[in-house]
């Protein structure tokens, strides 16, 4: 699986679009760009997740860029609740059930 | 309707015990993992099962033994708890279909005196 980069942490007004950048040069044709994040003291948790087209849930956006290089999770309307580590995972799609691999990830922090 | 659930969610121990963490999950899935969470948050994998046989084991200490009695339930035991042994262990499920999103439980939280 492709390596990632993500910035050490970020600050995010409450209301606010959080816009998580990740890069991701050396992905491959076909692995896909996942986002989990973990909230203080609980498990990872799945946000979103996307191979070359833009993608919404109720979530999150993720945006991937046209030579999918880097791409960027979007939390439209900030929360409290949304402070945490936002994990950006490149993965084949033959990686079947095989365990993630986690970097240092983002900590987001929410503030009021 | 807890997905995946562990227990206990706190185990505090001396050095030189052993004991188990047990997991569940209700989502059908057919692998179930654990990973380990040290001081410095890094998340990283112990061991992967599939259809109850072990897929994936890496260099973990053979005081850890998992065992899977179904594809429900993956179970962890530790013998001889050392110091360093102390972490968040996370249990996690995944099925063979679909996207192959893993679903993670709470964590539980090891501290060995």
């Known amino acids: 699986d492709a390596k990632t980069t993500q910035p050490p942490s970020m600050d995010c007004a409450e209301g606010r679009a959080a816009n998580l950048p990740c890069n991701h040069s050396?992905?491959?044709?076909?692995?896909?760009v996942y986002w989990y994040r973990q909230i203080h003291s609980q498990g990872p948790q799945y946000i979103i997740h996307?191979?070359?087209n833009n993608e919404t849930n109720e979530m999150a956006s993720l945006i991937i860029t046209e030579d999918r290089k880097s791409s960027t999770l979007i939390l439209p309307h900030a929360t409290l609740r949304d402070t945490a580590v936002y994990y950006c995972i490149v993965r084949s799609p033959n990686s079947g059930n095989t365990p993630l691999v986690f970097g240092k990830g983002t900590r987001l922090s929410v503030i009021a | 309707d807890t997905a995946v659930s562990q227990t206990p969610k706190y185990l505090v121990t001396q050095m030189g015990n052993d004991k188990s963490i047990k997991c569940e999950q209700n989502l059908g899935h057919d692998t179930m993992y654990w990973y380990k969470q040290d001081s410095k948050k890094f998340l990283k994998i112990m061991f992967s099962y599939n259809n109850k046989e072990l897929i994936i084991n890496e260099t973990v200490p053979n005081r850890f033994s998992p065992k899977s009695p179904d594809k429900a339930h993956l179970n962890l035991h530790i013998n001889s708890l050392e110091l360093g042994d102390s972490a968040v262990y996370f249990c996690a499920s995944s099925s063979g279909q679909g996207r192959k999103t893993q679903y993670f439980g709470p964590g539980t939280r090891l501290l060995v005196l």
């Open positions: 996307g191979l070359k």
């Open positions: 050396t992905i491959s044709g076909n692995e896909y």
